[in-house]
């Protein structure tokens, strides 16, 4: 399982990540329980306490929550909540750059508008 | 926060030789610590002398709040795997178990059992009669079967292969999760462990150099690649452990977290920033302080 999982970014935030992905996806519904964390850090070979912090940050974001004895579950609206979130950070990850990077080569807004368009055809 | 282990001010002299130096530590009850360091860095000098095999020139240590020697009520807390462990030779496995069984108060042998299996061993093959691989996963079901609320292991992998390795830690994990306890693994194999390592200790030359929660720890250094001269003025005021020229490029180990504007002008040069591996970070900061003592000897 270790290619899950990269060194260059923290542990934590890239197990909060794959749980972000899997309600994104579909695979974790609202309402649903999570896998534990000593579920987690057996599959991603990892300290629990590395997997309660991934887990954790996601209660923090209201996108899980806890219910007393049996688990983490997640949270209703999580789904469109991480939609949101999402769509920011394809703004800030890849139409600011893109637009950086079209700066760079002199391509004007209308050449762009146009490679989009021509990118979504030939998809 | 109760402690497992405290080690206050410990020093242990062979003759001329101090092997451990004036240490202090303690070690948090329930996590995994890796204590690390290279061959004759007095790792395993500090374990003997914390599960009270051999005594301390100097200084105390305390087990759970007691002292060790010669008090059986803290030794049948601690369960000590050690490398090339030897074991009676007319016994089988089996045997092992039944005498590890009566040594721990916490033993669980239908787990033993189920490891047994896991590991493919011969329960009645008499211990002579072992590889070295096969007497290696002996001594890791006899520390993980203990659940002793200290359980050490130096080492404990001479001879076992990749995947026996790799069930070894996939057990470790799994049972430390259903009944945590106070882990401390000694090893050479750095990146196998480094991801369920909660705290780091690092020993060179008999004094501690590194004692940090692993998460920090993995923030501490960074490898900036890029171009030679934008490198430079990038590094420059920096604290530079290596560095590694190819052709026009560098690539520099940089200790020290970065701060926001680090990042952006790293980004305006162009540069490349990847984290340095615990593995590397051991390396790099226990060879660089051999040269410099070799140089001071000069």
């Known amino acids: 399982m270790d290619s899950l999982i990269d060194d260059s970014r923290p542990i934590f935030v890239q197990i909060a990540e794959r749980i972000e992905d899997d309600i994104i996806k579909g695979g974790l519904l609202e309402e649903s329980q999570v896998p534990s964390t000593n579920q987690f850090a057996s599959f991603y070979r990892i300290n629990p306490a590395t997997a309660a912090k991934g887990v954790n940050l996601l209660v923090d974001q209201g996108i899980l929550y806890k219910k007393r004895g049996i688990g983490m579950f997640v949270a209703k609206g999580a789904h469109a909540k991480l939609m949101e979130k999402r769509k920011e950070q394809f703004f800030a990850q890849y139409v600011v750059k893109m637009i950086q990077e079209a700066e760079k080569l002199g391509i004007t807004s209308e050449e762009l508008t146009d490679m989009i368009k021509r990118g979504v055809k030939t998809k | ?298």
């Open chain 2, 1 to 298: 926060m109760s402690h497992a282990v405290e080690v206050h001010r410990l020093t242990k002299s062979y003759g001329d030789v101090t092997a451990v130096h004036d240490v202090s530590f303690s070690i948090e009850a329930n996590k995994i610590y890796g204590l690390l360091g290279r061959n004759g860095a007095g790792k395993t000098t500090l374990m003997k002398i914390i599960t009270a095999q051999i005594f301390a020139t100097y200084g105390e240590v305390k087990v759970f709040g007691e002292v060790p020697y010669e008090n059986s009520h803290a030794l049948s807390q601690i369960c000590f795997i050690k490398e090339s462990q030897k074991y009676p030779e007319n016994f089988r496995i089996m045997d092992v178990l039944d005498v590890a069984a009566s040594i721990f108060p916490n033993w669980d042998m239908e787990y033993a059992y189920t490891l047994i299996e896991d590991f493919e061993l011969p329960l009645k093959r008499r211990m002579e009669k072992l590889s070295r691989g096969m007497l290696s996963s002996v001594g890791i079901i006899i520390g993980l079967a203990s659940r002793a609320p200290l359980t050490i292991f130096d080492e404990p992998y001479l001879g076992l292969d990749a995947v026996a390795r790799s069930l070894f830690y996939d057990r470790l994990i799994e049972d430390y999760g259903e009944h945590p306890r106070t882990i401390i693994l000694s090893t050479h194999l750095i990146d196998e462990v480094s991801r369920f390592l909660e705290h780091v200790i690092v020993i060179d030359n008999g004094k501690i150099l590194i004692n940090e929660d692993n998460d920090v720890l993995r923030e501490r250094a960074i490898t900036v690649t890029g171009q030679t001269t934008k490198v430079e003025s990038f590094t420059a005021g920096k604290d530079v452990i290596d560095r590694t020229p190819l052709g026009g490029f560098l690539s520099a180990h940089v200790m020290g977290e970065l701060s926001t504007e680090d990042r952006k002008q790293s980004e305006e040069l162009g540069l490349e920033l990847t984290p340095v591996s615990l593995q590397q970070l051991i390396v790099h900061l226990t060879s660089a302080k051999t040269h410099k003592k070799e140089e001071e000897v000069q």
